[in-house]
């Protein structure tokens, strides 16, 4: 439990570091200075920051998903959380075809990593750990088994 705390923790400091670092090296026009044209580009403009730092943090989630579950999550959470910054950003932006344009690839990336993540890595582990009946050790076979009677006996419960 304490993992999943740490990892959903590490997600919510890396979206607020990129967010305050974004805020300090491409700061907000000044509101009685600028029109609404320049909070516009001003929004554009960061929301394809935010989108640019959420995805190089979504790969270092990958990269590093070798080198333990909790930083590799946490990483991943991290890259979530900014990508919904930039996508809240760039809904804000009143430029019809430039926003679409930042949706689409904030669109391509989460579901490219997310199928990387969720479909490949496990395609590939199972590949690596020979998916015969007999790849698993006697404790965890039998603790995968409790594993998916708890499932069976949700699965039954929820239906009736």
Same mark, same amino acid.
């Given at each position: 439990?304490?993992?999943?705390?740490?990892?959903?923790?590490?997600?919510?400091?890396?979206?607020?570091?990129?967010?305050?670092?974004?805020?300090?090296?491409?700061?907000?026009?000044?509101?009685?200075?600028?029109?609404?044209?320049?909070?516009?580009?001003?929004?554009?403009?960061?929301?394809?920051?935010?989108?640019?730092?959420?995805?190089?943090?979504?790969?270092?989630?990958?990269?590093?998903?070798?080198?333990?579950?909790?930083?590799?999550? !946490? @990483? *991943?959470? /991290?890259?979530?959380?900014?990508?919904?910054? %930039? $996508?809240?950003?760039?809904?804000? +932006?009143?430029?019809?075809?430039?926003?679409?344009?930042?949706?689409?690839?904030?669109?391509?990336?989460?579901?490219?990593?997310?199928?990387?993540?969720?479909?490949?890595?496990?395609?590939?582990?199972?590949?690596?750990?020979?998916?015969?009946? !007999? @790849? *698993?050790? /006697?404790?965890?076979?039998?603790?995968?088994? %409790? $594993?998916?009677?708890?499932?069976? +006996?949700?699965?039954?419960?929820?239906?009736?």
């Amino acid at each position: 439990m304490l993992q999943i705390v740490f990892s959903f923790f590490l997600g919510l400091v890396v979206t607020a570091f990129i967010g305050i670092g974004v805020n300090t090296f491409y700061p907000e026009p000044d509101y009685s200075l600028g029109s609404e044209s320049s909070w516009n580009t001003y929004r554009l403009t960061t929301s394809i920051i935010l989108l640019v730092c959420a995805t190089l943090v979504m790969l270092l989630s990958i990269a590093v998903s070798n080198t333990g579950p909790v930083l590799a999550n !946490g @990483a *991943l959470l /991290g890259g979530v959380f900014t990508m919904i910054y %930039a $996508v809240g950003i760039g809904i804000s +932006a009143g430029q019809q075809w430039p926003r679409f344009a930042v949706m689409t690839v904030a669109l391509l990336v989460t579901v490219g990593v997310g199928w990387w993540k969720f479909s490949r890595g496990r395609r590939a582990a199972a590949a690596a750990s020979g998916t015969g009946g !007999g @790849a *698993l050790t /006697g404790e965890a076979e039998a603790r995968l088994a %409790a $594993v998916e009677n708890k499932l069976d +006996a949700l699965g039954r419960a929820l239906r009736d």
